[in-house]
């Protein structure tokens, strides 16, 4: 037989039970937050930073053609690749006589066939107030040099290109070719004159925009990497682009905060 003792020690302790456990859950229920809030601070979003806009100009160098392409395609997937996010920008998408589709690469420039600097400097003003680029490459001069023009003259126009894009963004990034050889007897022996000559463009160099000189000269062999003696061929091209993107590099911020996929 059950002892009365045994019995009403059992439903006390029932009875406590049963009158903590609201108070347990109450706790658990309420101080869990506070707990998990305690754990440490949280991680703020990381912020993609916005694409930078860059200007390839130039002449038919910058544009190429249907037969051998361009160094835009091959800097663009390098640029790709790298983790940088980037926009090409201008008025054209074309090269020489071509439309490019858009899922080739991103297709727009200021590469304008056969043209000179002074033929530039007219319509810079428009490109640039309409595309605001941070950065622009420029390989520009060869159609001046081959065609006879002062190259003292040549340099001014590209002074003068320089200031009107500073106009558009006065924190733009300049990086200016030493442009390619030529195989041609005349002209081939005016551009290490002319070349030497843009190092006078340093003169304008600001920490606010830079100007930067790239050596397009240098190792490019034109019976190997120029199809006609003037336009590169696809080996040529690769030369280029990997000259304009390790001078891009430490103008486009760190490629761990951009995405490949931000380009288009």
Sequence with gaps: MIDKLEINKCMKSVTCTLLILPAVLTWIFVSGPALASNSGPAHPPIKKSAPKKIMLLGDSITQGSAKTGNYRQPLYRLLQHGGYSIDFVGSLNTEYGVTLPSTAYDPDHEGHWAWRADEVLTRINGWAQTAKPDI?????????????????????????????????????????????PLKHFLAGKRI????????????????????????????????????????PNNAGAQKMAQKWYLALQPHLGSPHQNSAQDAH
């Design 192 to 231: 290490p004159i002319f070349n030497k000559a843009l190092e006078s463009l340093l003169e304008l160099n600001t920490k606010d925009s830079p100007i930067v000189l790239v050596d397009q000269f240098t190792g490019m062999d034109p019976d190997k990497d120029l199809y006609d003696g003037v336009h």
């Design 136 to 180: 622009i490459l420029l390989h520009l001069g060869t159609n001046d040099v081959g065609s006879g023009q002062s190259i003292k003259g040549t340099v001014q126009e590209l002074l003068d290109i320089i200031d009107v894009i500073r106009n558009a963004n006065p924190c733009v990034v300049v990086l200016v070719a030493k442009i390619i």
